[in-house]
């Protein structure tokens, strides 16, 4: 038995219509390489598992052919654009390697960098008082390919914050400006969770307002524990993974992070 035979047919009551229903579940199973040949599953056998129209079928394959993910050809079939995914890279082990990567694969562009209070959850994770100011760094990122990868929002203390200038970001990652001057970057607390886009983000990363973004807060510390970098990542759920690995010997403890089933009151790592 197989997920999509318990699963029962989409349904229009959740707010979304059915063909963008439709669009969203082949997006994501096409970015996740689900389909190795490169061809999506004809319309009738797509009819049978989503429990719909072919109408409706026909709307959600427009949809993703408009968006450039798939290519339809008459009598034929569909066809993922460029063909099947490629095999997934190997996932780093180092944090200082990743941050190195991602200022390697992508073109950055600095939108603001202003001192400002932070918001009372990141004062809070940065042991900040109430109202003292932090450095406050916003940047878009672009991938290989020039479409909008990523948005990054880091609050740096504002004592160990002074080098953090538009300038020299245009130059440097935030990480080796603080690398520069001395910061050594120790405990490492992440958390990666799933958000709808609302419309400025939307606008930023050239995508559709509520569609998925995965959200990374990472609070990095430096060898004396304290709190020196608030990082949060928001980078549209087709375009971007996370991936890790976790050595044997910790799999049975906390490094190997942990599932947390909540409400809404969580204020991130800690």
């Not at 200082?96 to 959850?121: C, F, G, N, S, Y």
């Amino acid at each position: 038995m197989t997920l999509s035979t318990i699963i029962p047919p989409l349904s229009a009551t959740k707010g979304i219509a059915l063909h963008r229903q439709i669009f969203l579940v082949l997006r994501d199973e096409i970015s996740r390489g689900m389909y190795p040949d490169g061809a999506l599953p004809k319309e009738e056998t797509l009819c049978e598992r989503f429990g719909v129209s072919r109408i409706t079928v026909r709307r959600g394959l427009n949809d993703l052919a408009a968006l450039g993910v798939v290519e339809r050809r008459h009598g034929r079939g569909t066809f993922i654009v460029g063909g099947p995914s490629q095999a997934r890279p190997a996932p780093s082990l180092s944090i200082i390697d990743d941050l190195r990567k991602t200022a390697m694969e992508t073109v950055v562009q600095v939108l603001e960098v202003v001192q400002d209070v932070p918001p009372l959850d990141v004062a809070k994770l940065l042991l900040l008082p109430a109202d003292e100011k932090a450095v406050h760094a916003l940047r878009l990122r672009f991938n290989s390919s020039g479409a909008p990868a990523m948005i990054t929002d880091a609050w740096v203390p504002a004592s160990i914050g002074r080098r953090v200038t538009e300038a020299a970001l245009k130059k440097k990652a935030l990480y080796e400006i603080l690398i520069a001057q001395g910061i050594q970057f120790g405990r490492v607390v992440q958390e990666t969770t799933a958000v709808a886009c609302d419309p400025q983000r939307a606008r930023l990363l050239r995508t559709e307002v509520g569609a998925p973004l995965l959200k990374l807060v990472r609070l990095m510390h430096d060898l004396d524990a304290s709190p020196v970098l608030h990082l949060t990542a928001y980078m549209p759920a087709d375009r971007a993974r996370i991936l890790m690995e976790i050595p044997g010997d910790s799999v049975n403890t906390l490094f190997a992070g942990q599932i947390i089933i909540d409400g809404p009151d969580q204020n991130g790592p800690d």
